[in-house]
């Protein structure tokens, strides 16, 4: 089992950072993907940024086209640790943002109790 708690969220003004981290209680493999997604208020919730190993590195990385070059994921020291560095904020940067992972023995996904992001204008 594995437990997810994220920190960080905010209230920023459009233009401005923020930082997400998330860490997990639990057994992760440097090959279990780590990552955020988000979810708007009426809208269906969406990948942010994925990041995992490709057995030397945390060198794979996936960003949604709305977040790329405004956002960095990371997975600094520990394997069971991930980070969110989101820069040049908009207002439809604004949502829930909720820590996941998934084993890759199981295929089970962990989900994060989510943090409140508000961008505003």
């Known amino acids: 089992q594995v437990q997810l708690v994220e920190s960080g969220g905010g209230l920023v003004q459009a233009g401005g950072s923020l930082r997400l981290s998330c860490a997990a209680d639990?057994?992760?493999?440097?090959?279990?993907?780590m990552g955020w997604y988000r979810q708007a208020p009426g809208k269906q919730r969406e990948l942010v940024a994925l990041i995992s190993s490709d057995g030397t590195s945390y060198n794979s990385t996936n960003y949604a086209d709305s977040v790329k070059g405004r956002f960095t994921i990371s997975r600094p020291g520990a394997r069971n640790s991930v980070s969110l560095q989101m820069s040049s904020l908009k207002p439809e940067d604004t949502a829930v943002y909720y820590c996941?992972?998934?084993?890759?023995?199981?295929?089970?996904?962990?989900w994060g109790q989510g943090t409140q992001v508000t961008v505003s204008s």
């Open positions: 996941y992972t998934r084993n890759g023995w199981t295929a089970k996904d962990y």
């Open positions: 639990g057994v992760i493999f440097s090959s279990d993907p």
